[in-house]
């Protein structure tokens, strides 16, 4: 979105240009509200009862909102949407961020180490949207409006709630990473490693070996323990990342 050299609307103009856009804010605002629009967040909110604030996906859906309900402002103030793909029609923005919420409810089926980063780097690109937008709509010109909005997109992602949001994400995946279940990998790291006690306790006059596993993240095979394909239980002494991409 920018703003246009010479806006054709008088104040009356304006006033009946953004009646419209009203009645679809008020309906983003009130489908936002909406119990049921919020019911896959329920799960996560009871996961994170330890951590103060919102979850990432609650910021990610209300940035998405935002972009929505400030781009609706944006025009209404004589501002031009900039992406011809963007319907700028009241329903088109009411239907846009459903698209953005339905997408965020898809990957709440990534495993959490992969959807936590996509929250945030979702949340970033939205969140500087609507700092451009917001400056456009109150008057500002492009040329302040961009480098703004890009620096209000970083520091959202530079947050210390989404940088201890992911470091959380990965420390759980490594103590609860099954590696009987080979996935997607771009990092093979080294284990090595001493035979569990038949009662599965650490003994440590086992003979040292070493194991490769395969994970999507190097961080993910920071484990202590390791279960083997063939049910085998071994206590990890050391790790060695040997090959990456």
């Not at 104040?11 to 309906?27: C, D, F, K, N, T």
């Not at 209000?152 to 490594?174: C, P, V």
């Amino acid at each position: 979105m920018h703003r246009s050299a010479a806006p054709s609307h008088t104040p009356h103009g304006l006033s009946a240009v953004a009646r419209p856009y009203r009645i679809a804010l008020a309906a983003l605002v009130v489908g936002a509200a909406t119990p049921g629009a919020w019911a896959t967040e329920e799960a996560a909110l009871l996961e994170a009862t330890t951590q103060a604030g919102p979850t990432p996906k609650a910021i990610a859906q209300t940035m998405a909102i935002g972009d929505s309900l400030s781009t609706g402002l944006g025009l209404a103030a004589g501002a031009v949407e900039a992406n011809p793909l963007i319907s700028t029609t009241p329903l088109g923005l009411v239907a846009l961020a459903g698209m953005k919420l339905l997408m965020l409810d898809a990957i709440d089926q990534y495993p959490e180490e992969q959807r936590v980063p996509l929250q945030r780097k979702m949340s970033s690109f939205w969140g500087g949207l609507t700092a451009n937008n917001l400056l456009l709509a109150a008057g500002a010109t492009g040329g302040l409006a961009i480098p703004a909005g890009m620096l209000a997109g970083y520091m959202i992602y530079k947050s210390e709630k989404f940088e201890q949001a992911e470091a959380q994400a990965l420390g759980k995946a490594a103590q609860t990473h099954d590696f009987r279940v080979t996935p997607t990998y771009a990092v093979v790291t080294e284990l090595t490693v001493r035979a569990a006690r038949a009662d599965g306790s650490y003994d440590p006059n086992a003979t040292l070996t070493t194991v490769e596993v395969k994970t999507a993240n190097p961080l993910l095979a920071k484990v202590s323990t390791y279960l083997h394909p063939d049910g085998t239980k071994y206590y990890v002494q050391s790790h060695r990342v040997k090959t990456t991409g």
